[in-house]
Nanobody
């Protein structure tokens, strides 16, 4: 059983930065593949970023955030982060941390949200213009 607790959301001006944190209550954190998703009002939950179980060796980002957002993890703290820079009003959404165990022989999960078995409660990020 894995529980994810998110923090770091809030209201910020366009161009500013926020760092979201996701703490996992699992001793098997290092074996989990992690991802970040977001959902704006009236829209489907969409992929933002993902990282392999061993750390930041392999990362992937949605085109809309590439170059601005960075996913990272600290296995010693059982925590994954999403550093968000140069925030835009269109980044406004509820951000969700997600986790799951990759298939045998694979180091991470795909961009599809149904690949992830565990989800955080979500944290609101609002970017004002």
């Amino acid at each position: 059983q894995v529980q994810l607790v998110e923090s770091g959301g809030g209201l910020i001006q366009a161009g500013g930065s926020l760092r979201l944190s996701c703490a996992a209550s699992s001793s098997a954190f290092s074996s989990l593949a992690m991802g970040w998703f977001r959902q704006a009002p009236g829209k489907e939950r969409e992929f933002v970023a993902r990282c392999c179980w061993w750390g930041g060796v392999n990362t992937d980002y949605a085109d809309s955030v590439k170059g601005r957002f960075t996913i990272s993890r600290d296995n010693a703290k059982n925590t994954v982060y999403l550093q968000m820079n140069s925030l835009k009003p269109e980044d406004t959404a509820v951000y969700y941390c997600a986790a799951g165990y990759p298939r045998y022989g694979s180091s991470w999960l795909s961009r599809m949200k149904n690949e992830y078995n565990y989800w955080g409660q979500g944290t609101q990020v609002t970017v004002s213009s």
